[in-house]
């Protein structure tokens, strides 16, 4: 919300002339401002996280076929076996196809993580020139606003408007990088 500052323009005899805008005044509550900030980074890199921790708990887990805690659990059992009855080629057999198991699906998680990593990290150039690109606009606009209230007390029509914009810019830096604003 913005107010307007107005004062009265007197004309010949006394009468009035119309109104003279003498300032807009853009309204913030920053305590809400600091909030929200504080809430929409938050979200941001907690959606992130998510999003990454889904993956990763597709191959530590998945919907179908064998986890590796099953593939574990089916090695120590073999070695139990083995244990009883070490003389028996069979349970020995037991024994190294139930390790075989376990290192596929081991490695299969590896590629699946190693996978998801390289992911993640190939959108980081575009993140960061999508940054570089904002940071550039909010400097822009800081220089127009300065030039706008460097009148000496009288603010541009224009300034609540700039800083508005810039305001904007900040949140979306915010949700990009998961920082705070003031």
């Not at 979200?43 to 992130?48: C, I, P, Q, R, V």
């Not at 990593?117 to 606009?141: F, H, K, R, Y």
């Amino acid at each position: 919300a913005e107010s307007v500052g107005l004062a009265p323009i007197v004309g010949p005899a006394g009468a009035s002339d119309g109104v003279e805008v003498t300032g807009i005044q853009a309204a913030q509550v920053p305590f809400i401002t600091s909030q929200i900030n504080e809430t929409q980074a938050q979200e941001s890199y907690s959606a992130t996280y998510a999003q990454l921790a889904q993956v990763a708990e597709s191959f530590l887990s998945p919907q179908s076929g064998q986890d590796l805690g099953t593939a574990i659990q089916n090695v120590f059992n073999a070695f139990t076996n083995l244990s009883a009855s070490p003389e028996d080629m069979s349970v020995r057999e037991a024994v190294l196809s139930a390790a075989q198991s376990f290192a596929e699906q081991s490695q299969t998680i590896d590629n699946g993580l190693a996978q998801t990593e390289s992911n993640a990290l190939a959108g980081l150039p575009s993140l960061v020139g999508q940054i570089n690109q904002l940071a550039g606009q909010m400097a822009q606009l800081n220089a127009q606003i300065q030039s706008a209230t460097a009148g000496g007390g009288a603010v541009s029509s224009t300034a609540p408007a700039l800083t508005d914009e810039r305001n904007g810019i900040a949140l979306q830096l915010a949700s990009l990088v998961g920082a705070t604003t003031d």
